[in-house]
Each structure stands twice: as C-alpha cells, then as structure tokens.
C-alpha cells in the first residue's frame, strides 16, 4: 500500500496562486512519476502534470506557463505550484502513481477559484 496525502487546496481569486503538496514515500519517490490530475464538478478527472523520477515534466496544455510540478527527495513531497489561477482551475485536485494506474489515489484537496 502506497501513501499518497494532499494538502494546501483553498478558495483563492482569479489571478492568485497556491501551492498543493502530496506527501508519499522515499520509495514512491525514488522509482516512480507522480502525477496530479483535478476533476471538476460534472466533468472527468484529467491529467494536470506529471513528474517522472528522473526529473522529466509534462503539463496538460490548459497550465502550461502557469503551473510547476516539483519533487522534494528530503520531504518526500511532490508539489504542485499554481499560479494566475482561473475560475476553471477548480475542482478537486488528487495525485497518483502513474505506474499502478488507478490502484493508489490520495483522498484529494478542494481548489476553489472565485472572486
């Protein structure tokens, strides 16, 4: 069982920022991608960014410029900073371990984009 906890979600206006963070193991870090992905009320759950182990990034193009996935190998976290935020940057943001599909989801942090 891998360990995957969210945090730092908030109501922010557009144009702010936030930065999420998903606490997980050394392990985790050290051999796998971690992802985040949002789903938005109504809508699927899609792929917001992903960081492989080797430091490679990839961001959906809806964040690309806005948004940074880094990891941390001394806290074991994986964060995801997002800046100008816009209305439709909220939903519920998760992360995930690409490599065990959908076997391994933390429990989510809310992202609220409203003035």
């Known amino acids: 069982q891998e360990r995957l906890v969210e945090s730092g979600g908030d109501l922010v206006q557009p144009g702010g920022s936030l930065r999420l963070s998903c606490a997980t193991s050394a392990r985790v870090l050290s051999r796998y991608a971690v992802a985040w992905h949002r789903q938005a009320p109504g809508k699927q759950r899609e792929l917001v960014a992903r960081?492989?182990?080797?430091?490679?990034?990839n961001y959906a193009d809806s964040v690309k410029g806005r948004f940074t996935i880094s990891r941390d190998n001394v806290t074991n976290t994986v964060y995801l900073q997002m800046n100008n935020l816009k209305p439709e940057d909220t939903g519920i943001y998760y992360c995930n371990i690409p490599a065990f599909g959908d076997l391994y989801w933390g429990q989510g942090t809310q992202v609220t984009v409203s003035s």
């Open positions: 960081a492989a182990s080797s430091g490679l990034t």
